[in-house]
């Protein structure tokens, strides 16, 4: 469906989207493509509104779930084959949560409990 892209342009819905994505400075390349497809656009209109954005100085982001983090093999290597027995410990313990103060406190004197151990307090 061909529509006059000035006319789109000016449409309030697509002002007030455009109007938003300047404001912010940037918009999410997943809002841009809901509204192509709302709206029928074809090639033309698509790069007419690709266009209006660019003027504007709105950059189109890539959706986070769509952006995969760069996988570094060296990192990953090394991070697996180490022997070192602190970093083993240290990363052993990274797996764990940590208790909160009253976990702390609180701790000791259930498991000197379950032992059966005199209690210290």
Do not use: C, K
């Not at 006319?7 to 509204?35: K, P, Q, W």
């Amino acid at each position: 469906m061909t529509i006059d892209i000035d006319t789109f342009l000016e449409s309030e819905e697509v002002r007030h989207f455009l109007d938003a994505a300047e404001h912010a400075g940037s918009i999410r390349a997943g809002e841009v493509l809901d509204l192509i497809e709302v709206h029928d656009l074809d090639a033309y209109d698509i790069d007419g509104l690709y266009r209006e954005l660019e003027q504007r100085g709105i950059e189109v982001a890539e959706d986070e779930a769509e952006v995969a983090a760069p996988v570094n093999p060296a990192a990953a290597l090394s991070y697996e084959t180490t022997t070192d027995a602190l970093q083993l410990f240290l990363r052993e313990a990274g797996r764990h949560p940590l208790l909160t103060a009253a976990q702390e406190v609180s701790w000791p004197r259930g498991s000197s409990a379950a032992t059966g151990a005199p209690s210290s307090g």
